[in-house]
């Protein structure tokens, strides 16, 4: 087998082991894993789900963000972590990850704030909210 076809032949073959781990994650996760990115979409997840949110957050200005849960018979935060910056810049901006499981069925608001904690809420000078469906 001449070089050529072993190179292309390997390609093919990795093509194919990650097609074929992308389809085992996605069925092994399912329903039962939703990212929220759009305000203006409406998620359903299914009970004992996980819905997550990452934000970006640079915690050397003061702002981070802060979540409320409207009902917390519908979801409860399982994870409220800062990551930090990839960059070995001075001031660089990491992530936010909250991370909610799903505990009861319902409609849930989770509203998200980006505000200074010694300014409170009111103070905050963006603000998200996610509609998550519980079925």
Known sequence: MNKTRRVTLVVVMAIALIT?????VNAFLGDS???LTDESKEYKIALDG???????????TGYSWHYTLDREDVLICSRDEHASPTST???ATGQRELEFRAVGKGTVN????????????QSAIESVTYK???R
């Not at 997550?52 to 050397?60: C, S, V, Y």
């Not at 989770?110 to 809420?121: D, K, L, M, N, P």
């Open 50 to 60: 996980t819905a997550f949110i990452q934000l970006p957050e640079n915690l050397t």
């Open 33 to 35: 894993y939703t990212a």
């Open 89 to 91: 810049l001075a001031g």
């Open 20 to 24: 074929i781990g992308i389809a085992t």
């Open 132 to 134: 998550v469906t519980v």
């Open 110 to 121: 989770i509203t998200v704030q980006y505000y200074r904690s010694w300014e409170g809420a």
